[in-house]
Structure formats: structure tokens, C-alpha cells
């Protein structure tokens, strides 16, 4: 499986702020998913970023709240925008594992628990 | 559409007790299903996987066969331990177009000494 390093792994920001997440993964991978987790909730898909073009935005998530960059098959950052109380979550980056590998699935960074003030 | 569906929590148990935690889901075509767990502060691990009918994912203990008849994927642990405390998302993946997971609402477990 990947190894993916995210982070900070936390954080405490003013509101009106912006936060900016980054995900490095060990190895090259296609596509790179950004989700975020509110408090006692499941997981939502914010994001699909492929390298090379813009980020693909799930319903409810949009490019100016949430820009994406993705410089490179190994990296990519999630910005939290003019951040308000109700975007205090857990967000975590994700990648499929190689299938050549026959390790079918997903792996996940660490997460990052935002909590806005 | 497709989704999936866990059995509310939080599940309290003592330890060394028979665990069981329902998923079903709903999909077109046959899905890839997946366990993951969530310890306390941490992101997530891939628990076990199922990639078809009657595939039976197994580890650390816990386990969970692909059922279509019944489109479940329960998850199964014969004897909890504290240490398992955590909480547990089902979830199914299509092959084909970009694979996106669907995660259910998670199932908190607590395990008492």
C-alpha cells in the first residue's frame, strides 16, 4: 500500500482564515482524494484531483472554498477558505492503492482535525 | 443510487464478547466492499476487503463475507478486546470511471474490561 504523510495533524484557526493541508504520497498515483469527516459523521468526498487538470468537486463543495492544487503525481494540497465555525472537521486525502500490486483499495493519510474559533 | 447502510451505534460490550455489525448496501452492478476502522484521534485503516460474491475478508480477528443474496457485508469478531474500541465504516467502491468510495455512517464500538 501507499504511505501517505498529511499535514499539520491539527489545528486551531480564527475564522475568516484560511488553511492550507498538504498530502505527499510515496509513490505516483493518478488521482488524489480530499474528504472531510464532521463531527460524529461519516466521511463526505470533497475532491478528485488529477495531476495536470482541475480538481473534480463533489455536490456542495466548491472551487473557491476549497481550492486543490496538484503540482505533481506524488503531492497535493486542500485549502480550507474564509474559514467559519461550521468548518470544523476532520479532513483527510486518500489514494487508490496500485492494482498491479493487487492490493485493491484504499489508503489514507492521517487526517487533519481543524477546529475554527 | 448506490449506498450503505450500518447498524446505529454505539455498540457497548464487555470484552471477549461475540461482536457483529450489520452493513447492507445498495448498488447497480457488483461493487468491491470494504471495512474500515478509526481508532480514537487517528485517520483511517483499511480493515478487511471483499472484492466479490462470496469472498470472505478476514484480519486481526475480524471478518465479513460478501453476501449478494442479501447485499450485506457484516463485519464479525468472535472475542472483542478493549483494544478494539473504535469506530467502523463500511463502504463499497465501483470499478470503471474514477473509483470513488461510499462510505456508510460508521459504527462506534466500545469494549469494557
Known amino acids: 500500500s501507499a504511505v501517505i504523510s498529511q499535514k499539520p495533524s491539527r489545528d486551531i484557526c480564527q475564522r475568516g482564515t484560511s488553511l492550507t493541508i498538504q498530502c505527499q504520497v510515496d509513490s505516483q498515483v493518478t488521482m488524489m482524494f480530499w474528504y472531510r469527516q464532521q463531527p460524529g459523521q461519516s466521511l463526505t468526498l470533497i475532491a478528485t484531483?488529477?495531476?495536470?487538470?482541475?480538481?473534480?468537486?463533489e455536490s456542495g463543495f466548491v472551487i473557491d472554498k476549497f481550492p486543490i492544487s496538484r503540482p505533481n503525481l506524488t503531492f497535493s494540497t486542500l485549502t480550507v477558505s474564509n474559514m467559519s465555525p461550521e468548518d470544523s472537521s476532520i479532513y483527510l486525502c486518500?489514494?487508490?492503492?496500485?492494482?498491479?500490486?493487487?492490493?485493491?483499495?484504499?489508503?489514507f493519510g492521517s487526517g487533519t482535525r481543524l477546529t475554527v474559533v | 443510487g448506490n449506498s450503505v447502510t450500518q447498524m446505529e451505534g454505539p455498540v457497548t460490550l464487555s470484552e471477549e464478547a461475540f461482536l457483529t455489525i450489520n452493513c447492507t448496501y445498495t448498488a447497480t452492478g457488483y461493487p468491491s466492499l470494504f471495512w474500515y476502522v478509526q481508532y480514537p484521534g487517528e485517520g483511517l485503516q483499511l480493515l478487511l476487503k471483499?472484492?466479490?460474491?462470496?469472498d470472505k475478508g478476514s484480519n486481526k480477528g475480524f471478518e465479513a463475507t460478501y453476501r449478494k443474496e442479501t447485499t450485506s457485508f457484516h463485519l464479525e469478531k468472535g472475542s472483542v478486546q478493549v483494544s478494539d474500541s473504535a469506530v467502523y465504516f463500511c463502504a463499497l467502491m465501483f470499478s470503471g470511471g474514477y473509483n470513488k468510495l461510499i462510505f456508510g455512517a460508521g459504527t462506534r464500538l466500545a469494549v469494557h474490561p
Open positions: 486518500s489514494v487508490e492503492n496500485p492494482r498491479a500490486q493487487g492490493d485493491y483499495g484504499y489508503t
Open positions: 471483499a472484492t466479490k460474491a462470496d
Open positions: 484531483a488529477n495531476q495536470g487538470s482541475e480538481a473534480t468537486y
